[in-house]
């Protein structure tokens, strides 16, 4: 049947009642009305008579009735149905379906660019490699929690062969060919609403020439399920950033081979194989479009290409390795391994420029303690090479290299004694033997300091894996004072103070054992071992990490029942046979089955000595053992 008409609108079976009605309400309209179907013959149509298409239908019937508008060079608009809200927001529709209608009708004067996949129109997006993955990945990203995520980090270790990369041939317009790896990609012409488009919607135009080409190449379970999810809802609100695990290439045409077959799905309706070609046809399509869509196109059109593939593997060694499956934590590069243990190697050596720094940062620190200058001993711990042969050992410990371990070892240990000497030495000679306010500081460790150590720790082996900020390592030698402990413990030494000597070692080895342990597991997620290597280093360094908790436990729960018992105390109210107390600069310190108690008694009144007496059994009620109390009376006037 031929048809002669100005608008034709063309729907499908599903879409019937909607139409339906639609006509019934605009009878007065010029319109004819053909109901077709993909799966028969296409009704003939007379294009020369025809100068805009309506269409309602699936999403397949609707993009073959694009192509026609595309291929004739007609106007067309789309009266979407309900359930077709991704079509909607895409192109700005109304979603009444009178007003859609009303819109469909008008052809519009501007033309927008199609994207095409093997000569297929494509109207959302092209989905190379595991669409399933694809899919999973962009929805939970924005909808599961935290603990969905680790659950599904949890599954896909088990699976972790259905995760690999693929190697694939990428040639641009410019002919320009790249070979890379990437789980999958994604392919876009426009704004489609999803993850990806939101981080490129300054890349995304339907007006500018150009489609956006996306890879998804994570190169661990890690960062698949939980790094990358997490910086992108950190940067959800602003959309400033795509994950480290993708790259693109932005460019009018796109040939992309594989060495194998790999599945390609174009808008989830239709499966082809590589190898295909991806390209954008400017202004070949006038759609009738909402004036929102508008708003968000860039007009500027251009030649260039543009991509940023940084973190996307193209040596041959991360490509072998990645396609057999994603790690749980990524692996480092053979580059990264050259240059990094060429640096460590050299720094764990015992070399005149260690010897003479650490002997200077020890004079330094150690008159820092006596004149009692928390300044002069921060600088001491800049000075400090210590962390150095540290660093190196976890390395060591994490890679069971045995000749790494043994220089940082032997390193570490000279270190030590050069250290406790100098400090000896100083203090031996020195005629003041009063304890200073920052020695004091170091005698007392808890499980706080081990939580310095070991994230001071993680911050060392990040550092020393970036060139570019390695100059943190001085802050983290502020952070973790390796030096100042060590001469504490020499000046201990000089005094004959036995108890003085264990304490400060006590926190130093704190710092040692956590840097150690904390480097050698942040060096394991950065990937510079397999975890069937490390594992017996990282079991050996952990036991002794519990060892020496045992003690900084001990010293945790002290510390907590000073600071419970102090707190009780100021804010307890005395009142002494009529007489208002009040304590201040309580200060309280056990001493195995007794107690020193230092505190202001604040009164307005002066206490006799009965009073004196009632107070102290009341304060050493609090603390629940015999307690002496020197107090510091003041008035109240």
């Given amino acids: 049947m031929s048809i002669n008409t100005k608008v034709c609108y063309l729907y499908s079976k599903e879409s019937q009642e909607l139409v339906t009605k639609l006509q019934e309400t605009n009878a007065d309209k010029d319109i004819v009305y053909q109901l077709f179907s993909t799966q028969d013959v296409f009704p003939a149509l007379n294009y020369d008579e025809i100068s805009h298409l309506v269409v309602t239908g699936s999403l397949a019937e609707i993009k073959v009735v694009l192509a026609i508008a595309q291929s004739q060079d007609i106007s067309v608009g789309i009266v979407p149905l309900p359930s077709q809200s991704n079509i909607i927001k895409i192109l700005e529709l109304p979603k009444k379906a009178q007003e859609a209608f009303e819109l469909a009708l008008i052809p519009s004067e501007e033309k927008i660019d199609t994207l095409h996949c093997n000569d297929t129109l494509v109207l959302n997006d092209i989905r190379i490699g595991d669409a399933s993955i694809l899919k999973e990945y962009e929805y939970h990203y924005a909808k599961y929690s935290l603990l969905k995520r680790l659950k599904l980090l949890l599954q896909s270790i088990r699976q972790r062969s259905l995760l690999k990369h693929q190697r694939f041939t990428i040639k641009t317009q410019k002919e320009k060919e790249l070979t890379l790896s990437a789980i999958g990609m994604i392919g876009l012409g426009q704004q489609n609403h999803s993850w990806v488009s939101k981080l490129l919607q300054k890349d995304l135009s339907a007006i500018d020439g150009q489609n956006v080409l996306v890879l998804l190449a994570p190169t661990s379970l890690f960062q698949y399920f939980i790094f990358s999810p997490l910086k992108l809802f ?235 900020i390695s100059a943190s390592l001085a802050g983290v030698a502020i952070a973790v004072a390796l030096v100042p402990p060590l001469a504490v413990s020499g000046v201990g030494i000089g005094w004959g103070n036995f108890t003085m000597f264990i304490n400060a070692m006590l926190l130093f080895s704190t710092n040692l054992i956590g840097i150690v342990l904390a480097a050698a597991l942040t060096f394991l997620v950065l990937g510079y071992a397999p975890i069937h290597v490390a594992r017996r280093g990282i079991l050996l360094w952990s036991f002794i990490t519990l060892l020496i908790a045992i003690p900084l436990y001990h010293s945790f729960q002290s510390m907590k029942e000073r600071a419970n018992i102090n707190q009780v105390l100021v804010n307890m109210k005395f009142d002494i046979n009529g007489k208002s107390v009040h304590l201040n600069k309580v200060k309280y310190q056990p001493q195995g089955d007794t107690a020193e108690l230092r505190c202001e008694v604040i009164i307005e009144e002066k206490l006799s000595k009965e009073d004196r007496i009632y107070l102290k059994k009341v304060i050493s009620a609090v603390t629940e053992k015999p307690t002496e109390v020197i107090a510091t009376f003041r008035y109240r006037l």
């Fill in 234 to 468: 950190l940067h959800r609100y602003n959309n400033s950033r795509i994950p480290s695990s993708c790259g693109y290439i932005k460019s009018k045409r796109v040939e992309i081979k594989s060495k194998e077959p790999i599945k390609v799905v174009v808008d989830d309706i239709k499966n082809m194989k590589t190898p295909v070609v991806i390209e954008t046809r400017e202004d070949s399509l006038a759609l009738s479009v909402g004036e929102g869509f508008w708003a968000k196109q860039c007009s500027i059109k251009s030649n260039r290409n543009r991509q940023k593939l940084d973190n996307i593997p193209k040596d041959d060694e991360s490509m072998t390795y990645l396609g057999r499956g994603l790690p749980l934590f990524a692996h480092a590069s053979k580059e990264q391994y050259t240059t990094l243990f060429s640096t460590l190697r050299s720094e764990g050596n015992l070399n005149t420029s260690f010897v003479t720094l650490l002997i200077l940062a020890t004079i330094i620190a150690t008159f820092g303690l006596f004149i009692n200058s928390s300044s002069v001993i921060i600088g001491a711990m800049i000075l400090a090479p210590l962390m150095q042969p540290i660093v190196s050992l976890s390395m060591g410990v994490l890679r069971r290299d045995h000749s790494l371990t043994k220089h940082g070892i032997k390193t570490i240990f000279i270190g030590i004694v050069l250290t406790l000497m100098t400090a000896m030495f100083i203090a031996y000679f020195t005629p003041i033997r009063e304890m200073s306010t920052e020695m004091m500081a170091r005698l007392s460790p808890t499980l706080l300091d081990m939580m310095v150590a070991i994230f001071s720790g993680v911050a060392a082996a990040y550092a020393k894996n970036d060139s570019k």
